[in-house]
């Protein structure tokens, strides 16, 4: 249990819809990054928030967005989307700083099927 | 450029001993990572090693990092059935331990 909460775990979406997925941080974390795996793949980066700002993207387009809330928790929104994102999305939190910098710590994932 | 890389399958007899191998590519990482994942689950986080430390050793996990090679290594003495996953070498860097980059992942399977 690492006590960083992913909701909801599973959910099916139509091709052009939109969908947004919710991340609760592990208490006193303050960075947060957001993750796609495809089936049969490694999980890959999408971005990492800190501080409520963006900090940090991997490869992925602009429809692909995210917030996070000054009590650190975080959603993922994807726009228009496509059959291609269909995957497991997974967020982990951490605590950055200029003394630390703990280990991440991830959540069970929410299972997209875009259909 | 970051990248991770580890072999795709590995199969051992149930009782011996599992060295699943990793190669990474950046050099100010701070942490690298064994992540287990079994099928329809999550990733767990297995064990962790600091760059600046060579080896961890945690029940039957045995992590060894050569620091010059860029290669981590993860043993599981006495193999299990229950051990069957797949295992992620990941790397995180300086100052970003949540932005982690992981390997395409290692399936060990078990036989009797």
């Known amino acids: 249990e690492t006590g960083v909460t992913q909701s909801p775990t599973h959910l099916i979406k139509t091709r052009g819809q939109q969908v947004t997925l919710r991340c609760s941080s592990q208490s006193g974390h303050n960075t947060v990054s957001w993750y796609q795996q495809a089936l049969g793949q490694g999980p890959q980066f999408i971005f990492q928030y800190y501080r409520e700002e963006e900090n940090g993207r991997g490869n992925f387009p602009p429809r692909f967005s995210g917030l996070q809330f000054p009590n650190y928790s975080s959603e993922l929104n994807v726009n228009a989307l496509e059959l291609d994102d269909s995957a497991l999305y997974l967020c982990a939190s951490s605590l950055a700083g200029r003394a630390t910098d703990t280990e991440a710590f991830f959540g069970q994932g929410t299972r997209l099927t875009v259909v | 450029g970051e990248d991770v890389e580890q072999s795709l399958f590995l199969s051992v007899r149930e009782g011996d001993s599992s060295v699943i191998n990793c190669t990474y590519t950046?050099?100010?990482?701070?942490?690298l990572y064994w992540y287990k994942q079994e099928p329809g689950a999550g990733l767990q986080l297995l064990t962790y090693i600091f760059s600046n430390m060579d080896m961890k050793q945690d029940q039957r996990l045995t992590v060894l990092l050569n620091k010059k090679d860029k290669h981590l290594s993860l043993r599981i003495a006495d193999t299990q059935t229950g051990d069957s996953a797949i295992y992620f070498c990941a790397e995180s860097i300086v100052g970003s331990a949540s932005k982690i980059i992981f390997g395409s992942g290692t399936r060990l399977s078990i036989r009797p």
């Open positions: 950046d050099s100010s990482s701070t942490y």
